[in-house]
């Protein structure tokens, strides 16, 4: 692990972690950001940068809840031994490392009654959970001490015993304003070293609801997130000023977040009311978020035929096409393979024009269905050999990611594409990323 210094981070990602440190890894790409990842793990990564990271870019992640600046690092090996193992003389050794006046001095003294600071502990080994809140409760009145030593008055927002986890939601942070204030200290806890800091920056999941519900046309069953369609974008390594295509539109949910990255959008469907209401919904963001000049367009036309309605090359291409029916059951393995068979076509249709109009060294993110059977064994399309017909090559996110430790622990090399399924579901996303070759 690294020495502390002011340009590591700590991301606390989604749900699905491995799909938000490939949008991370492609984000960076994008943008000619040098950096590694100096250890990682379900709950948490550790990113090193050489420039500041601005704490807009949040807003431009769909898969990070959480950054925080560290402010130093220690062993696991002593925190495991200070808290599950309850030793005197490493709580002591502990104490001594934990920069809590370094982390009081970040916290502005309120303006008149008492400033409000959180803790969040995050945690890599399961064995850790059962102390998680005594650790929380401890940072916290550590914290508190150094608040008061330096003349601050502060309330410290612990959690009940019962809680589940003791890390502050995204709400809570907002609410009470704690990135402002610098005012929540993150606690994690890895194999090898544990990291405290203090977050920066916090996703705001209001934003997201607003663009998911709030725009003027709605197709829930068929809609994708704009969580999933902002990191479909940023595989795409899409930057203002590119143009963006997205060849299955629908309602425009994934032209949406292209818009907001200040690209040049271009949306096909093959259902006029689609392209309407995708026409609408780019309006209605446009004004929302006061872009100015917004360019897009979203035209009728068939994704098989794209180079009738598409003259230019493009230079980046994201798509959900149709993933099969709607299953109120599991399928069986024989309908399942049903579905796949009569989809091949399309894709393979689309892969063929996809390749005619995206610019050499151009990206698509490419969803396909990941069906649930009954048999246990989910079936998928063969997209990559499709793909390679078609004369595109796989991306995998992290061949070429600077792993400083873990990288042992977890094959995240061998892997090319990933799977976003809740467990209600019995369709699937299963996410490619694909590059044209110069």
């Not at 981070?9 to 943008?31: H, Q, T």
């Not at 709580?91 to 809590?100: R, V």
């Not at 927002?157 to 995204?170: I, V, W, Y």
């Not at 989809?343 to 969803?367: N, R």
Request: charged residues 25%; glycine residues 6%.
């Amino acid at each position: 692990m690294s020495q502390p210094n002011r340009l590591t981070y700590l991301f606390i990602p989604g749900k699905n972690w491995k799909l938000s440190l490939a949008e991370l890894v492609s984000f960076f790409d994008a943008r000619g950001c040098k950096f590694e990842v100096s250890g990682f793990s379900r709950s948490f990564f550790y990113v090193r940068t050489q420039e500041q990271l601005q704490h807009g870019i949040i807003d431009e992640l769909g898969g990070t809840l959480k950054i925080a600046q560290t402010v130093a690092f220690m062993p696991a090996e002593l925190v495991s031994n200070a808290f599950i193992k309850d030793d005197k003389e490493a709580k002591s050794k502990l104490t001594a490392l934990l920069p809590f006046d370094a982390l009081a001095e970040r916290v502005p003294a309120a303006e008149s009654g008492k400033a409000t600071f959180g803790v969040s502990v995050y945690w890599e080994q399961p064995e850790f959970r059962p102390v998680a809140n005594r650790v929380q409760r401890a940072l916290g009145s550590a914290v508190k001490d150094a608040l008061k030593a330096q003349c601050k008055k502060a309330r410290f927002m612990g959690f009940p015993h019962d809680r589940e986890s003791p890390q502050l939601t995204a709400v809570e942070v907002l609410k009470q304003g704690l990135v402002e204030t610098n005012a929540e200290v993150v606690f994690s806890v890895g194999k090898l070293s544990a990291a405290i800091g203090s977050t920066v920056a916090v996703h705001n999941p209001f934003e997201f609801q607003k663009r998911d519900v709030e725009k003027p046309v709605q197709r829930k069953i068929f809609g994708i997130s704009p969580r999933v369609a902002k990191i479909l974008v940023n595989f795409t390594r899409c930057t203002e000023g590119k143009t963006f295509l997205d060849p299955f539109c629908g309602v425009g949910n994934i032209l949406q977040e292209a818009l907001l990255v200040r690209a040049k959008v271009i949306g096909v469907d093959i259902n006029r009311w689609c392209v309407e209401a995708a026409r609408r919904n780019l309006e209605w963001i446009s004004e929302e978020y006061s872009l100015r000049s917004p360019d897009f367009a979203v035209l009728a036309g068939d994704a098989r035929e794209l180079r009738i309605k598409i003259p230019d090359e493009v230079d980046c291409i994201a798509t959900e096409p149709d993933l099969g029916p709607a299953l109120r059951e599991v399928a069986t393995k024989p309908y399942a393979q049903r579905i796949i068979e009569d989809l091949t076509p399309l894709f393979d249709g689309f892969l063929d024009a996809a390749y005619e109009v995206l610019k050499d060294e151009g990206y698509l993110a490419l969803v396909t269905p990941y069906i649930r059977t009954r048999a246990g064994k989910p079936e998928t399309m063969p997209i990559a050999q499709m793909a390679e017909a078609a004369g595109f090559e796989a991306v995998w996110p992290f061949a070429g990611v600077a792993f400083v430790d873990d990288a042992a622990d977890f094959p995240l090399r061998d892997l090319a594409s990933f799977v976003d399924l809740d467990e209600r579901h019995k369709i699937g996303r299963q996410i490619s990323v694909f590059r044209k070759p110069p």
